[in-house]
């Protein structure tokens, strides 16, 4: 017998875990989704002979929501995780370092690789490990910390200028995309305990082995329908609204126009989504949600006409590339090699012309893998997410709403909300745990069951 009817609007990482979750608590559950396929931010496409992700998405080994969704999807196998943290670090001047983690209990993991890091003088590299002692004293959700940026607390600490941008902003742009300038110091706090600091294992890296489509989409719609969840795709929600004690949401799909009814309804969608979807409910501080603003990624992606790096993935410095990946085997590539530069904060690459990054990112290419100057281009093109992520910020702890709204029955998920974490894959999937088990408590309450949250 079914404990009540909910409906979860968005298809992500944050919709698919709530749905999930809900149909397991003993919900009736209909998911809404706009595009023709799930996964959110996080699909494939097909460009010639290549399976191209839109961006390329890493994740770390403390991502322990994230990585028991993908066991629940049943697409564990198609990842791989470092067995330590390892990540090469280039420059166009042929200087190159690592950074790894030893096999030694946090934080003294990190010290050798922190001593011997080769981008770095002496000085700052002691400087480094004394302030990243410092920070590992620091309590990510003191409130204060959302008031001031990565960049202005690491100049505190004395951090030279090149060790901002060779080591802290190296990691934090990726984990942030922001700046350390523009980076909320609780969230880069977060980041950098949790992820690096807390314990010895925590930072090493995972990569998906199959196209995101299939890791992500495909599975989910599998799992949901094996978990009897109803899928409505090319639907969209064009309102929320309180009907009695429920809901009715106007949809429209290919059909028509119709109006769906639910007990509870999840909020699954991006900020600003949401709120346009919320506007006629009396929820304080919707308007707030806009001031989260958005943050762009670019991804050039570059298919050669043989190998020019053995690397699987390296950072690089001093350079227009940020991070590159070699995705030849992911992507299907049948011959030579497929790399992808991923670039975070690309405010400035995000409406450039593909002509004008051609001429930047292939010369630049090109002075970091010194093989790539005698190798032919077999295609090259570009792919732009203008709001892959919230703008990390100081301040953005305010706006983050909680998952329980005023109105009750109405909840939110997203990486967006007020999950402690940044906008990650862990944030989103961790909120949409938490907006099922509210729905699951408010209901219990409903029905004079004593509940504790």
Known sequence: MSRGRVVV???????VTAALRCAE?????ELLETRPRLGGATYSFVRGDLVVDTGQHVFLRCYTAYTGLLRRLGVADSISVQPRFHVPVLSPGGQASVLRRWDLPAPAHLTPTLLGYRMLTAAERMRVARTALALRRL??????LDHISLGQWLRQRGESPRAVDALWGLLALAALNAEPADASMALAAKVFRTGVLDTSDSADIG???VPLGQLHGEAAHRALLEAGVGIRLRCKARAIRRSGAGF????RENTGESVLTADSVIVAVPHRAAATLVADLPIPGVATWAKLSAAPIVNVHVLYDRPVTSLEMAAVLDSPVQWVFDRTATSGAPRGQYLAVSLSAAQEHVQARTDYLHDLFIPALRQVFPYARSARVLDFFVTREPSATFRQAPGTAALRPQARTAVPGLVLAGAWTATGWPDTTEGAVLSGTRAAEVVDLDQRSQHGVEVTA
């Open 248 to 251: 009715q949401v106007p949809v």
């Open 139 to 144: 309590d990510p959700a003191d409130p204060a």
């Open 25 to 29: 608590l003993g919900f009736e559950v």
């Open 9 to 15: 609007v968005g298809g992500g990482l944050a919709g």
């Open 207 to 209: 990569i998906p082995r």
